[in-house]
Nanobody
Framework: QVQLVESGGGLVQPGGSLRLSCVAS????????LGWYRQAPGKQRELVAT???????NVADSVKGRFTISRNNARDTVYLHMNSLKPEDTAVYYC??????????????WGQGTQVTVSS
């Protein structure tokens, strides 16, 4: 199994920056991809960005050019660098890991979520 712990959320003014971190533990060698999702009040959870084990990244159009996803060399920590933040970026941000079980079934693990509020 894989466990995830996020950090780095908070209150920031429009135009500001934040960096979210997510540390994975457990069977990290089974991880196929790490990513970030967000959920605003009254809305469905949506993909923000992902990075595969091979380093291929995917970023949602709504944040492209402002948000960047990266990871450390040990591949157990994923970061979301958020620049030029807008009020509409306000949401709870969740870290996600896709990983293989012992029977090679692809499963999902989620962090507890971290609140990001963009407001003046």
């Amino acid at each position: 199994q894989v466990q995830l712990v996020e950090s780095g959320g908070g209150l920031v003014q429009p135009g500001g920056s934040l960096r979210l971190s997510c540390v994975a533990s457990g069977n990290i060698f089974s991880i196929n991809a790490l990513g970030w999702y967000r959920q605003a009040p009254g809305k469905q959870r949506e993909l923000v960005a992902t990075i595969t084990a091979g380093g291929i990244t995917n970023v949602a159009d709504s944040v492209k050019g402002r948000f960047t996803i990266s990871r450390n060399n040990a591949r157990d920590t994923v970061y979301l660098h958020m620049n030029s933040l807008k009020p509409e970026d306000t949401a709870v941000y969740y870290c996600n890991a896709q990983y293989y079980s012992d029977s090679y079934t692809l499963l999902n693990a989620w962090g507890q979520g971290t609140q990001v509020t963009v407001s003046s």
